[in-house]
């Protein structure tokens, strides 16, 4: 009976310090995986349809501006669908989004007829950060944003133009 006794007392131990270890261990059992941007609005590269702008955000800001973020993506190697049904490949390769005029960076708003270029600072700089006259990879991508002057409060969508990309129409401006 000792051996038995014995035995089922390290039994006992042994769960107990697995129980431990399993408490020691709090992570979350429903753990959400963080939320893919929303995107806005996307429009294909004018000189290959692998490269994609994605508009990921039109916000009203602080001192009378808008914000403006997007990211281009080479898509070259994902999978697409094609006529059948079947999923076909595109082929893998680098893609040059190449360099262009400022006035290609801008968004109209239709309430007001109106076209607005990025702010500058006092050294006349924009207020940006973009990338440009560089080669993506496959799977590449570059997240990008500039600030304009905000639209009149009535207006609630815009009409946005990235440089070599066809203009993503409608795009509501969040507050």
Known sequence: ???????AAVAAVV???GMAAFAQDARPQNAQAPAAAVVLGTSEFRNDPDLRCDLLEVKRISGGALLVRWRIINAAGQTTAAGGGFANPTPAKTIRYP?????QLYYIDPAENKKYLPLTDSANNRILEMSWNLDLAP???RLNWAKF???P????????SIPNFSPMEDVPVAQ
């Open 139 to 141: 799977g590449q991508q």
């Open 153 to 160: 409060p009535g207006s609630g969508k815009i009409s946005v």
């Open 99 to 103: 360099d262009f005029n400022w006035e």
């Open 15 to 17: 769960v107990a310090m």
């Open 1 to 7: 009976m000792f051996k038995g006794s014995a035995l």
């Open 149 to 151: 002057p905000a639209p």
